[in-house]
């Protein structure tokens, strides 16, 4: 029976996947990947994991989707366009990936057997940070360093996008309503976000011991401010306002300063002390979803639009 | 597990190296535009102080540095290691960073009073975020966080190219996003495999653990070749010329200069201490063909740009190409491994040679875009005149990239010859030795340009500081230095290798 | 032929299928925009690959082994943040293209590069 | 007991796929777009509706049965919004047409 | 370290050292007088240091210098011709708005020239020879004109050519070498046992006819020195083409012998010896056919290093040495004398001309010069054959040439009888002149190891003396045909390889063209695609 449906799950991923890859009009393309990550979030309960079906839904899904359509929308008719391969060209690289995909295959199906794995001495080490959740402990105590640098990867890139702003403009706040609110929009605009909200805490509280954490929080925390912004509720926050500012590197302030702690009272640079591993943890993993969520929206929301208001 | 990483004493520069940019960034986007520049400096300072530490450390002990992250031990936690190759190119960062920092806050003090604009405050935000991603990648030791940290390269790099906004670096900018992108992800794929097949992301292990089998062997390939296109290697160079030629001087600097090499370093030990020794071999072969069509490809085409910046863009993929004939060169022996070659070390001088003498250039090249407001080589007869010191730099850089003595290019040149001579390889000698004529012929080109007389009075359209010369002058004059190191293996950057008992010898 | 069809190995060839989708719409997709989209199902496929190497490593009471789920949620976040710098490139670009274009080319701007 | 409640989830959870079935077939077969919407909607409304009443005496925990009548409103309220963009914006295009 | 040691090592760091000051703007703004004394040191290492080694800098610079017989007798004629020269320099150029840039390209290019004679190792010689040729390159362009501006580009390219041969060369002869800088004696005389030794010596040979001009690697010469000043053309001609005799003396096994490639060298050393004079006689510009004269005289000095190559005789360097000192302070005497002509007028004008006259008829060989002389000691090295033969045949024809270079100024100076070369230049040609005509007749008896007095048998006499008077007899035929001048272009066969440009250039577009294909994105993304296939198909099937 489940084999059955994990087939019908793999046949239909990769239909869809040549629909978005083949399908002449942009838009239904975009469409049809979003579909595709709630595909993917399907798979990955599948594979036992639902802290990455939780997050590929939200964030490789939704956000991803999102962001895709509204660039769909701004370039509609004036998308860039490069020239693209020729017929021999195209065939030619169908063949290469054929090739890629092949050996590919062949090398996962060659993988060792016995698969080996760090799962005991993950779920072994679980018990030094007090967590229940083996990926939160992954994340943020065994290879915190990544989530750490990861973090700055996310800002990075904000930073990036910011940059893109035109000089006069600098600062300023993006442009994320339409000019005319549609009345449903903003209908549900003031019914979700208490809803989101709640979740979006809810999702974080339980990261610790079981599946969710910081991102997929973050992200539902971002999709619900987003909302309220587009709906004209609330302005969106100049670039250069202090408060978002603060809240931006909120996280990862504390989270390296936490990590600066460990050299003090712990073994090292992100060691945490022992008995307040889970506290800390939480606190950071906090601040995080704060940071992260505030990311998560300007990454969408694009560079600014309006001169800073000052 | 036989290898076991542990923390040594003053293992926490590794650390402080990768993270103190970090704080760095966090504290300008926290603060504003205001204090960018003073924090920057500050802490690029703070670098290279921590970049000398580390290689003091590494000469007192004799012995690579390491630091466990958080005491969780590889393969469930991290580790950091410098060896001596990493310390060299820790220092040689930190160095360039350096002096790009000063070239630039002249420069961009230049262009409005504040220095609070778009531009400036997001240069510095990068060029901090730059130096954090290199050195993690000089020391990670894990290779998803070396996916991390080259990510953190790729984007605080891209941004760098479209600095100014116009549409065609933007354009360029996006061209090396794309592809940067699929470089990388082709890494992390081949991470994937690794880890499915040893369990392990951490190289030491890996370097004991891994045979020959079809996961390796896939994996292997996938992420050499991502990494080929991070490093512009020919035929992966399409992004590279306008991306370089099209940031500001100083993003173009460090771009050439820094950004680069750290995909090549990572292949370096995927090579050397990952692969297998007949793996190591076949792709060290396959390496070398590319990087020998590379010098010379890309030197004729440097030699066609009508462009100064152009044209040292494209004398950048060329000279990536001496970094990857080292391969076979320095393919050691079972009583010589290969860091104790002569090659490893022409390899990794001309690594250093070449970010010194690159950066030199494309400051010196930014100088006179900003003293004549454009850089076609055909309009700058006599700028010897105006810009002597600008025309020293590029000069002196030029003998370095030309291989002429006494220059670091010269003395790395005549090492990887040597190799190439005494392990059989003679087609490798003739593109060293072709390679330096049309990087001759390049360098030449501007350097009669600048001895010329002017058809015309000069007119200046801007007065450029002294400072921003002098410089470029200081990093080219740094290059040629390198040239009086001894030619013969250098014990440094053997530092720390003997330890790990070596993939690549039976 | 039981082993394909366990999860762990099933998706991971699916994983790799996405792979060389994903790689021929980022090579050969004209549009910039489906190129973006083309990396993500690469990612997708790269994910998959991580996501079946977990499940094969199902031990010590866990379904599956908890490092390479952490490496992809990394991974994701990673990907969706590249995925927003270059579509605000994307926008900026066809922004001052238009620009241009109406300034100084009236017809379809062909790619210089 | 537990048997007539498992027979109640079955029928109605069944109830709820036929409906959803039916919503897709519209979807497919309509001809116009505004139609299609309506399919979509009401079938998969009802079709939801029916399908957590079916699985609600099988929740474990008062908690649990909360969060499937909050998936219920969420998708209601989410459902309903996207329509009526949706017909919004074909409203729209028709109208400029 | 002994004085003479010292001496040794102020002679190299002497002409860097103010170099270097020229940095300072004081000093730049007199650098032309100082020019003078730079090769000071040198001259004094040449006559007050007898034959020694001293090595300096032990590791990891290990520069080492050496003095042998070769060695001083060409630092002293050199040295003596650079002096002179620096001192004609500094009054002709006294008014030239570059003359501080000139002044810091010759202290550079003297101080790599002059340190070729003197030093020991390897790397260090590389090092020198590499300076001496690109410095040049300041000196050749000088006059920014575009005829300099394209000697200048050839010579470069050529320049760059030469060093990569050498540095492949060296390479090669180092690389079974256990020590990174080896002695050039120990590694020459390690030669015979190297399995490429084949290789190396055509290498070496390749790279230093370059730079010595043998036909056909001449064609930047005769561009060159004469688009130079007439001081720098004085010594690019006197020493700087010396810096490939000295290479061959150092770098060929003279002790071992290898008659192949002697023979090479005597074959090319007299096509070139003839080379010179046939189309230096079609030439109109006196300073073009001073260059082809010293193309030819190039040419004789290869035979003779191939005539002791070919023997194993060690004794043929001296030789060569003072047949090459000869010919640097005649040809250096020659070129300021034409600057020195240009500006003399009236009765002074036929004294300059006669003395002109005397030391061109010197490199054919007149009675009593240094060219009788050179051509004397160097007889029974040649025996009686046919190079014989063709080295007697060699020197009618320089007397040809000779002869022609004398019409030819004569027929440039204009009467201008008011005229008076300043004294500046005129005491550094005189100097020079003296030089030519006293020197060897001191160093005969070292080199030759037979009396002074020997030299004025009528024997003597004639056996110098009747080739000459040949080759003015055939020049007197050959004015019967005014046609040939400019029959052959300055640079002769560098005209060819025009003809090869739109080949190069459409090479060059067809590299362009490959590159734009190659970077567009799809062709790139191929590209990766099927270096990924490549590479992970030949890894999998290793393993």
Not at chain 1, 197 to 223: C, S
Not at chain 2, 72 to 80: D, M
Not at chain 2, 270 to 294: F, H, I, K, R, T
Not at chain 5, 440 to 447: E, G, Q, R, T
Request: with cysteine; proline share 6%; glycine share 10%.
């Amino acid at each position: 029976m489940m084999v059955l449906l994990d087939l019908a799950l793999a046949a239909w991923l990769l239909a869809l996947a040549l629909h978005v890859v083949m399908e002449r009009n942009e838009r239904s393309a975009i469409i049809a990947f979003l579909a595709l990550g709630l595909l993917l979030g399907l798979v990955w309960v599948r594979l036992a994991a639902p802290d990455v079906a939780l997050t590929e839904i939200a964030i490789g899904g939704g956000g991803t989707g999102i962001l895709l359509l509204r660039a769909e929308a701004a370039l509609r008719g004036r998308g860039k366009h490069e020239e693209g391969a020729t017929r021999g060209g195209k065939l030619a690289v169908a063949a290469g990936c054929a090739v890629i995909s092949a050996g590919l295959g062949f090398a996962v199906l060659a993988l060792a057997s016995p698969a080996p794995t760090l799962a005991p001495a993950a779920s072994d080490a679980i018990a030094a940070t007090g967590l229940g959740n083996p990926v939160t402990a992954v994340l943020l105590a065994y290879r915190a360093l990544d989530t750490l640098l990861e973090k700055v990867v996310v800002l990075l890139a904000l930073v990036g996008i910011w940059s893109l702003a035109p000089d006069g403009i600098w600062g300023g706040a993006p442009e994320v309503a339409p000019a005319a609110v549609p009345g449903p929009l903003a209908w549900l605009a003031r019914i979700l976000p208490p809803f989101g909200v709640v979740i979006g805490v809810y999702m974080f509280w339980v990261g610790a011991d079981a599946p969710g954490g910081t991102f997929q929080a973050g992200t539902v925390l971002a999709a619900m401010w987003l909302l309220v912004i587009m709906a004209g509720l609330l302005p969106p926050p100049d670039a250069a306002s202090p408060a978002l500012r603060l809240v931006l590197v909120g996280g990862p302030a504390l989270f390296l300063a936490i990590a600066f702690l460990g050299f003090i009272v712990a073994d090292g640079f992100l060691a945490y002390p022992e008995g307040f591993a889970k506290p800390l943890i939480v606190a950071i993993e906090a601040a995080l979803t704060l940071s992260v969520a505030a990311a998560l929206a300007m990454l969408v929301a694009g560079p600014a639009r309006k001169a800073p208001a000052r | 597990m036989t290898s076991v990483h542990a923390t040594t004493p003053s293992g926490f520069l590794l650390v402080l190296a990768v993270i103190l940019p970090v704080c760095a960034v966090l504290a300008i986007v926290a603060c504003g535009p205001r204090s960018a520049a003073r924090i920057a400096m500050t802490t690029l300072a703070a670098g290279l102080a921590v970049a000398i530490a580390i290689a003091m450390e590494l000469v007192a002990g004799g012995t690579a540095l390491s630091y466990v992250v958080g005491g969780w031990q590889p393969p469930l936690g991290i580790a950091l290691r410098a060896d001596g190759l990493s310390g060299a190119m820790i220092v040689m960062t930190a160095l360039v960073l350096g002096a790009v920092g000063l070239f630039a806050r002249s420069q961009y003090a230049l262009h409005d009073g504040g220095g609070a604009g778009r531009a400036q405050t997001t240069f510095w935000i990068l060029l901090l975020a730059l130096a954090s991603a290199l050195n993690a990648t000089f020391v990670g030791e894990d290779l998803f966080n070396l996916y991390v940290a080259l990510e953190l390269l790729t984007f605080a790099a891209v941004p760098l190219v479209c600095l100014d906004g116009r549409a065609e670096t933007v354009k360029a900018a996006l061209r090396y996003l794309l592809f940067a992108l699929l470089g990388s992800l082709l890494y992390l794929l081949g991470t994937g495999l690794i880890y499915g097949q040893y369990g392990t992301l951490d190289l030491l292990a890996l370097s004991q653990l891994s045979r020959e089998d079809p996961a390796l062997s896939a994996a292997l390939a996938l992420m050499i070749v991502g990494l080929l296109a991070k490093a512009a290697l020919f035929p992966l160079h399409l992004w590279l010329p306008p991306a370089h030629a099209g940031a500001p001087a100083p993003a173009s600097a460090v771009l050439s200069a820094l950004v680069i090499k750290a995909p090549v370093f990572l292949i370096l030990r995927l090579v050397l201490d990952v692969a297998p020794p007949q793996a190591a071999a076949v792709a060290g072969q396959m390496l070398a063909v590319l990087g020998a069509v590379s010098i010379l490809f890309c030197s004729v085409m440097a030699l066609r740009q009508a462009r100064l910046k152009l044209m040292i863009a494209y004398s950048t993929v060329a000279q990536i190409g001496y970094l990857f004939i080292v391969f076979p060169l320095a393919a050691g022996s079972a009583d010589l491994p290969p860091w104790s070659t002569i090659a490893w070390t022409g390899g990794a001088l001309q690594l250093i040679s070449h970010a010194l003498a690159k950066s030199a250039m494309f400051l010196a090249a930014g100088v006179v875009y900003e003293a004549f407001g454009h850089d076609r080589i055909a309009d700058l007869r006599g700028f010897g005149r105006v810009l002597p010191i600008s025309a020293a730099a590029f000069g002196l850089a030029g003998l370095s990239l030309m291989g002429i003595p006494p220059s670091g290019g010269f003395v790395a040149k005549c090492l990887l010859l040597t190799a190439a001579v005494a392990e059989g390889y003679p087609w490798l000698a003739a593109t060293i030795l072709a390679g330096g004529l049309l990087a001759g012929g390049y360098v030449f080109r501007v350097i009669d340009k600048a001895l010329a007389n002017p058809a015309a009075p000069i007119v200046v359209q801007r007065a450029v500081p002294r400072r921003l010369e002098i410089v470029a002058l200081a990093l080219a004059a740094a290059a040629v230095m390198l040239g009086f190191l001894p030619l013969r293996p250098f014990e440094f950057l053997q530092i720390g290798r003997s330890g790990v008992s070596m993939a690549g010898l039976p | 032929m039981t082993a394909v069809l366990q999860p762990g190995v099933l998706f991971g060839l699916c994983g790799a299928v996405l792979v060389g989708i994903g790689l021929f719409a980022i090579v050969t997709h004209p549009a910039l925009l489906r190129r973006i989209v083309g990396c993500n199902i690469l990612g997708a496929g790269i994910f998959l690959v991580f996501g079946a190497v977990a499940r094969r490593g199902a031990g010590a009471g866990l379904d599956a082994d908890p490092v390479p789920q952490a490496l992809v949620i990394t991974g994701i976040v990673v990907a969706f943040s590249a995925s927003a710098l270059a579509v605000a490139l994307l926008k900026r670009l066809s922004e001052l293209s238009v620009g241009e274009g109406r300034a100084a080319e009236p017809a379809a701007p062909r790619s210089e590069t | 007991m537990n048997g007539l409640v498992d027979i109640a989830t079955m029928v109605l959870v069944s109830m709820g796929a036929v409906l959803f079935l039916a919503g897709a077939l519209g979807l497919l077969r309509f001809p116009d777009t505004l139609s299609r919407l309506h399919a979509v909607s009401k079938a998969d409304n009802l079709g939801l509706g029916l399908i957590v009443m079916g699985l609600l005496p099988q929740a474990e925990s008062v908690s649990g049965g909360l969060k499937l009548i909050c998936v219920w409103l969420l998708a209601q309220i989410s459902a309903a919004t996207a329509s009526q963009l949706l017909a919004r914006k074909i409203h729209r295009d028709e109208g400029r047409s | 370290m002994t004085a003479s040691g010292l001496v040794l090592v102020a002679a190299l760091l002497f002409p860097l050292a103010l170099a270097a000051g020229c940095l300072s703007e004081r000093l730049r703004a007199r650098a032309l007088g100082v020019l003078v004394l730079a090769p000071l040191p040198a001259l004094a290492a040449a006559l007050l240091v007898p034959d020694g080694r001293f090595a300096l800098f032990p590791a990891p610079f290990r520069l080492t210098l050496v003095l042998d017989r070769p060695g001083a007798i060409l630092l002293g004629g050199a040295a003596l011709l650079w002096s002179a020269a620096g001192a004609y320099a500094a009054s002709s150029m006294a008014r030239d708005p570059a003359r501080s840039r000139f002044a810091i390209w010759w202290l550079l290019t003297l101080a790599g020239c002059l340190g070729l004679f003197i030093v020991g190792d390897v790397v260090n010689f590389y090092l020198l020879f590499t300076l001496a040729s690109l410095a040049a390159y300041g000196l050749i362009i000088h006059e920014q004109s575009a005829a300099a501006h394209r000697a200048g580009v050839i010579y470069v390219v050529l320049a760059l050519l030469a060093e990569a041969f050498l540095l492949i060369a060296l390479v090669m002869l180092a690389a079974t070498y256990p020590d990174a800088n080896p002695q050039i004696r120990s590694v020459v005389a390690n030669l015979s046992g190297n399995p490429m030794r084949d290789g190396i010596v055509a290498l070496f040979i390749l790279g230093f006819a370059l730079k010595m001009g043998l036909v056909p690697l001449h064609v930047w010469l005769p561009l060159a020195h004469p688009a130079a000043p007439t001081p720098a053309s004085a010594v690019l001609s006197g020493v700087v083409v010396k810096a490939g005799v000295i290479g061959l003396i150092r770098f060929l096994p003279f002790e071992a012998g290898m008659p192949v490639w002697g023979g090479v060298l005597i074959g090319f050393g007299i096509i070139t010896a003839y080379y010179g004079v046939i189309v230096g006689v079609t030439q109109r510009r006196a300073k073009t056919i001073l260059a082809y004269s010293t193309v030819s005289q190039m040419g004789l000095l290869a035979v003779l290093l191939g005539v002791g190559l070919d023997a194993a005789d060690p004794a043929a360097t001296e030789l060569t040495a003072y047949y090459a000192v000869h010919h640097t302070l005649v040809k250096g005497a020659l070129f300021l004398g034409i600057g020195v002509l240009g500006a003399t007028g009236g009765r002074r004008l036929g004294l300059v001309l006669l003395l002109t006259a005397v030391l061109a008829l010197s490199l054919g060989g007149l009675p009593l010069t240094s060219g009788a002389l050179a051509k004397l000691a160097t007889k029974p090295m040649l025996g009686y054959g046919w190079i014989a033969g063709a080295m007697t045949m060699a020197g009618a024809g320089s007397t040809m040439l000779m002869v022609h270079f004398l019409l030819t100024v004569r027929n440039d100076t204009r009467d201008n009888p008011a005229a008076s070369p300043p004294r500046g230049q005129l005491v550094p040609w005189l100097t020079v002149t003296a030089a030519s005509l006293i020197i060897p007749w001191a160093l005969y008896p070292i080199v030759s190891g037979e009396p002074v007095a020997g030299l004025l048998q009528p024997a003597a006499l004639w056996k110098v003396a009747w080739p000459m008077l040949l080759g003015a007899a055939a020049m007197l035929i050959l004015l019967r045909f005014p046609r040939r001048l400019g029959a052959i272009p300055e640079g002769d066969i560098v005209e060819l390889a025009g003809a090869g440009e739109p080949l190069v250039r459409r090479a060059s577009d067809r590299v362009g063209d490959v590159d734009a294909h190659l970077r567009r994105w799809p062709m790139a993304g191929f590209g990766l695609i099927a270096l990924a296939i490549l590479l992970g198909g030949a890894l999998m099937l290793r393993a």
